[in-house]
C-alpha cells in the first residue's frame, strides 16, 4: 500500500513452508493466555482471548532476524529513523479468540517500550488453517487485512486496530514492534 494508507504490506515476506516451521515450534512451545496493559499487565478475556506461546531460541533468533531485516524498508516507508524492534512475540488464537479494538503505544511506559511501528506477520490463511481472524486497522478508514501466510503488514503503533474473531480453526502470528 501507499504511504496515503499508512499501512506497509509485503504478501510475501516469507514462504509458507517457513511459516509451516515456525507453527510447528509453537506446537512444541508453552502457551499461555496472553495479558493486555491496564494498571499493569494483566488477562482479560473480554478484551483479548490469545494465547502467547514460548518457542525455541533458535526459531525465536530467526523470526527477529527476519523481521529485523525488513526494518529498513519500513523506515523508508514511513518516513522515520528506527533503530530497533523489541523483540518477536508468538502469538495463537484458536477459534473465538480476538483482540478488540487497541493501540500498541503505552504511554506511561514509554521508555520501558518505546514503539513506533507495530509489526504482525502471519503464520496461517484464512479459508486454510483458520476462517475470520482479519487484523482491522482504523487509518485513515477501516481496512480488514485477511490472514495470509508469510504476508507481513506494519503500521504506526498509535493506530487503532482489533484482531476480529477467529470462528474456526487456529490463527497463528508473530507480532513484533520497531522503535
Sequence with gaps: ???????????????RQW???VRAAMERGEATPAEIHANG??????????????VDLAIAEEVECAIASVCP??????DICLSSAEGPGFLRYLAGGFYRRHCDVLS??????????SVVMFLTSAGEQCEGGALR????NMVDIPPTAGTLVAFPADTPHEVLPVTAGVRDVVVDWFS
Excluded: H, K, N, W
Design 1 to 15: 500500500m501507499s504511504p496515503e494508507s499508512g499501512i506497509f504490506i509485503v504478501a510475501d515476506f516469507r514462504e
Design 19 to 21: 511459516c509451516d516451521r
Design 41 to 54: 499487565f494483566v488477562v482479560d478475556r473480554q478484551v483479548r482471548q490469545t494465547l502467547e506461546v514460548d
Design 73 to 78: 524498508q519500513v523506515a523508508q516507508f514511513f
Design 108 to 117: 506511561e511506559s514509554d521508555e520501558e517500550f518505546p514503539r513506533r511501528i
Design 137 to 140: 486497522i482504523y487509518q485513515p
